[in-house]
């Protein structure tokens, strides 16, 4: 049972442009979610939060905005840039799991010039 | 500040040896929680140690097992290896009892590559 879906395994976008990186979940019970950047022979980095009583949260480029009606969320990046070429990963925590995440597939975002 | 260490960085193993590895948590931390990523997918969650006792468990067999130091370093065993074993061991360490941000929650290291042949 895949409760964390990232449908679209790979995104490629021109520098300067918008990069959407999908999210779809199942377990309502879900209070943080979680964005984590994953370069090859490293480990995965976090990227952004956003709680489950909030909308929207924004950090630089970087914006994530969630839906809780429809069980989705995505990140924004803008402007995309060469050095953002990664493996996207979407989290989530259930409430009181403590460090426990359950990660999706992996969106695999390249950013060409 | 030396981040989540982990060794060996790679190795190879046949069906039906035993395996350990090794983790040393962030400097501050004190638990230590791993994830098994294999070819394609997201991490899984096996399980998170802290004050050297198993807390959590994901669906993970017994053939999985774990240990916390006192110094919080913690080793991950895998026994009777399949061949769906092999993936990419990640260790990821935190601290209790801080306040959630997101951003506190996990720092992982860069990871253990299992291949089983």
């Known amino acids: 049972d895949q409760q964390v879906k990232q449908n679209s395994p790979s995104l490629s976008v021109q520098e300067g442009r918008i990069s959407i990186l999908n999210c779809d979940y199942t377990?309502?019970?879900?209070?943080?979610f979680l964005w984590y950047k994953k370069y090859p022979a490293e480990g995965p980095t976090f990227l952004i939060s956003?709680?489950?009583?909030?909308d929207k949260n924004e950090d630089g480029r970087f914006t994530v905005f969630l839906n809780k009606s429809a069980k989705h969320l995505s990140l924004h990046i803008v402007p995309s840039q060469p050095g953002d070429s990664a493996v996207y990963f979407c989290?989530?925590?259930?409430?009181?799991?403590?460090?426990?995440?359950?990660f999706g597939t992996g969106t695999r975002l390249q950013v060409t010039l | 500040d030396a981040g989540v260490t982990q060794s060996p960085t790679h190795l190879i193993k046949t069906r039906g040896q035993q395996v350990t590895l090794r983790c040393s948590p962030k400097?501050?931390?004190?638990?230590v929680s791993w994830y098994q990523q294999a070819l394609g997918q997201g991490p899984q969650f096996i399980f998170q140690?802290?004050?050297?006792?198993?807390?959590q468990r994901g669906n993970f067999p017994d053939r999985f097992s774990g240990h916390q130091f006192p110094n919080y370093s913690s080793e991950l065993n895998v026994n009777a290896l399949l061949l769906g074993d092999s993936a990419l061991y990640l260790c990821?360490?935190?601290?209790?009892?801080?306040?959630?941000?997101?951003?506190?929650?996990?720092?992982f290291g860069a990871g253990s590559r299992l291949t089983v042949l």
């Open positions: 989290a989530s925590r259930g409430t009181g799991t403590a460090s426990k995440l359950t």
């Open positions: 990821a360490s935190s601290l209790v009892g801080q306040r959630f941000t997101g951003a506190n929650v996990l720092t």
């Open positions: 377990n309502s019970m879900f209070d943080y």
């Open positions: 956003i709680s489950s009583i909030k």
């Open positions: 140690y802290y004050e050297e006792e198993e807390r």
């Open positions: 400097s501050g931390h004190d638990t």
